[in-house]
């Protein structure tokens, strides 16, 4: 049984906060609720709508959005409203009540090179997994149906998921000319009959959790903070778009050194050296002036 937790974000609207879950909520769909005569669709709604200040709710395949009037501050009332819909969630509330068979939804997968020549990114037009994983061999993936049938083709050196894509990585004994469409179209079918892509409880067993992530950085020391959050805020997003990760691992303030990890199209990239001298190290040397003299890399 799936154990649900929720954490809270902030969003730019300041009457509208978002409740994220650590599991998919929908079956990849977005419901809007303007007034509790409107979710006879949705229990977890129509309870909300029972909280005075509670304007509009909104849930999409991981998040739960409530808009509020203005009778009181989010700051007030959201640590509750969290714990109310995660007790909802684990004593097995209904997000939304299906009455008749779910129609399955269209899934478009497109592949795109990266500057790894040895990898490729097969992007979908939905959001496929809640946090980032990467699986070297069949055996690492026993946590992952998906990353398990893809490894039975026998090109396929390694498998990192983000929030909407797959990026492979192959042997180099075969050719992205022969395989491309085989994988696009196998991981398309695969995500549109509703398969599993992450095991329920495999987040916690991985440590994939929001949980066990803030948990993580509550133990680094200032510095180290400072350098997980330039990565995530700056460096993230691009090597995202390259079909790749990058994580921090370590902070030696002696030698100014930071230690990373490359995933997905990120390990083992011909350019990922430059990319770390030229780019990275660069940045942190001048965001994290006589902290930062040196950025080290190893592969996922």
């Keep these: 049984m799936k154990t649900y937790s929720i954490s809270i974000k902030e969003t730019n609207n300041s009457t509208i906060i978002k409740f994220e879950a650590n599991h998919f909520l929908t079956d990849h769909e977005s419901f809007e609720f303007n007034n509790i005569d409107e979710t006879k669709s949705s229990p977890l709604a129509q309870q909300l709508f029972y909280l005075p200040f509670v304007k509009k709710v909104y849930i999409s395949s991981n998040f739960i959005a409530i808009e509020r009037y203005d009778i009181l501050e989010w700051s007030d009332v959201q640590d509750e409203v969290a714990e109310q819909i995660e007790m909802y969630l684990n004593d097995g509330g209904i997000v939304i009540a299906y009455t008749s068979p779910v129609k399955k939804v269209p899934v478009t997968v497109y592949a795109e090179s990266t500057p790894n020549p040895s990898a490729m990114k097969f992007v979908a037009n939905k959001k496929i997994v809640m946090a980032t994983y990467e699986f070297t061999s069949k ?74 992530q803030d948990q993580y950085f509550e133990t680094l020391d200032d510095t180290s903070k400072e350098i997980v959050n330039i990565l995530e805020q700056y460096v993230r997003p691009a090597v995202a778009g390259d079909g790749g990760n990058i994580q921090f691992m370590s902070y ?12 997905g199209a990120c390990s083992g990239c011909p350019s990922s050296t430059y990319t770390l001298k030229s780019g990275i190290e660069n940045m942190l040397r001048e965001m994290l002036p006589g902290k930062v003299s040196y950025v080290e890399a190893i592969n996922g």
């Excluded at 990026?167 to 599993?196: C, P, Q, V």
């Excluded at 030696?252 to 995933?263: A, E, F, P, W, Y």
């Design 252 to 263: 030696d303030g002696d030698t100014k050194t930071v230690n990373v990890i490359l995933q």
């Design 139 to 212: 055996e690492d993936a026993m946590h992952s149906p998906l990353a398990s049938e893809l490894f039975n083709f026998p090109f396929v050196k390694n498998v990192f998921f983000d929030e909407n894509f797959v990026s492979i990585t192959k042997h180099n004994t075969a050719d992205w000319n022969n395989i491309t469409m085989e994988l696009r179209e196998f991981i398309r079918s695969y995500i549109e009959e509703g398969k599993t892509i992450i095991n329920d409880g495999a987040p916690s067993i991985l440590q994939k959790t929001s949980q066990h």
